[in-house]
């Protein structure tokens, strides 16, 4: 299979799992959304430096190029083709997705009009 979409979630909520149906939601277009039933959940997110100290040993170069190389395998050839590619998903949870437009409204200036 193929990468279809990353989704973006709190540290407060578990990582979605493998075969259960999850919304993905466009972090800013209200009725873009879908669900989706993952075959494979990979973390992509790795904690390398906190409160001043490193969290685990940073990876070396050689093993930085294996990642890439490895993911731009699992990418549809659509997705890499040097003319119109397809632009690849990055969604958010519907909890994520409500905590951004809460805090954007809370910030966002509200006009007067006369």
Known sequence: GHALIDLMHRTSESAPKCGSRVLCR?????????????AKVE??????????????????????RDRVTESLQTLRQDHKRN????????????????FLHDLWLQNAPIGELF
């Open 26 to 38: 466009h972090p800013f277009q209200e009725s873009k959304r879908a669900y989706v039933s993952p």
């Open 43 to 64: 973390a992509l997110f790795k904690l390398y430096w906190k409160d001043g100290k490193i969290q685990q040993d940073l990876p070396n170069l050689e093993e930085i």
């Open 83 to 98: 003319l119109n590619p397809t632009p690849y998903k990055v969604g958010v949870t519907d909890e994520l997705y409500n």
